[in-house]
């Protein structure tokens, strides 16, 4: 049977498996399950993320679970079973003699090499949907994270631990791009979020009690420290106008 078949199949048993306990899956039943796949201990890491986009936790015990990091982005599952699956073929010579010499740091070598792994990069970058970085910025990122790699294969165990540890620092660096990408958006929209409501504040309060209010009396009017408040208005950019304080300049 085709090698990529039997691959996806084992990986269709890891989903039932965890299926049957709750979405829960320990370490030691994805090694058995996938014990007679040629794999080196650097895929492992990488099937785990593939199960963590399936809402699949990975545990070290039944009694442990492990938090299991978000995708930033929505990955395409189809992509991933493609790089799994990919993982696992066998080297070809040429594929082999490369890497072995790169390991070993020939320059000429890691050159290739990093050309060859061009072209997936730009793949993986295509595949996140919904994300706030653009696929070109993520083309960058998979590009260090590439570089990074670069400089850590020599002496690794084998050519086919150095290609699971490209293609992981490679999505790793997407993934923690588009993770940052995230929380700043979600910090900013906390900012947008605040100043609003002391916006509504202060109109409310001056509604109250018929004249300009100052910071002092919007603090009392919030139970909020007086510092935090003018944090808030410089953050505004001068479009909350208070007593004393005309456009928070």
């Known amino acids: 049977m085709d090698h990529k078949i039997i691959f996806r199949e084992l990986l269709t048993d890891l989903k039932n498996a965890a299926d049957k306990q709750s979405g829960v899956i320990s370490k030691a039943e994805v090694h058995e399950i996938l ?9 492992f890491s990488f099937i785990y993320q593939y199960l963590s986009s399936l809402s699949i936790q990975v545990v ?3 009694e442990e ?7 930033g982005g929505q990955k395409s599952l189809s992509l991933y079973i493609e790089e799994l699956a990919g993982l696992t073929e066998p080297l070809s010579e040429n594929e082999q003699r490369l890497m072995r010499d790169a390991m070993q740091g020939d320059e000429e070598a890691r050159k290739h090499l990093i050309e060859s792994y061009l072209p997936l990069i730009c793949e993986i970058a295509g595949s996140y949907e919904g994300t706030d970085v653009l ?6 990122e998979g590009n260090l994270g590439l570089l990074t790699a670069m400089k850590e294969i020599a002496g690794m165990e084998s050519p086919a631990a150095c290609r699971a540890h490209i293609v992981n620092c490679i999505n ?4 923690q791009a588009i993770g940052q990408s995230q929380e700043k958006r979600q910090l900013d929209e906390g900012i947008v979020s605040r100043v609003n409501h002391l916006n509504e504040a202060v109109h409310n309060l ?9 910071a002092e009396e919007l603090s009392a009017y919030l139970e909020m420290p007086l510092s935090e408040i003018r944090d ?4 505004s950019g001068d479009q909350i106008e208070l007593e004393g304080n005309e456009k928070n300049q």
């Open 60 to 62: 070290d015990s039944k």
């Open 65 to 71: 679970v492990l938090e299991q990091p978000e995708l």
């Open 206 to 214: 001056e509604r109250d009690l018929e004249h300009k209010v100052s």
């Open 232 to 235: 808030l208005l410089r953050m």
């Open 135 to 140: 696929p070109e910025d993520l083309i960058q």
């Open 35 to 43: 014990k007679n796949m040629p794999l080196e201990e650097e895929h």
């Open 172 to 175: 790793r660096a997407m993934e």
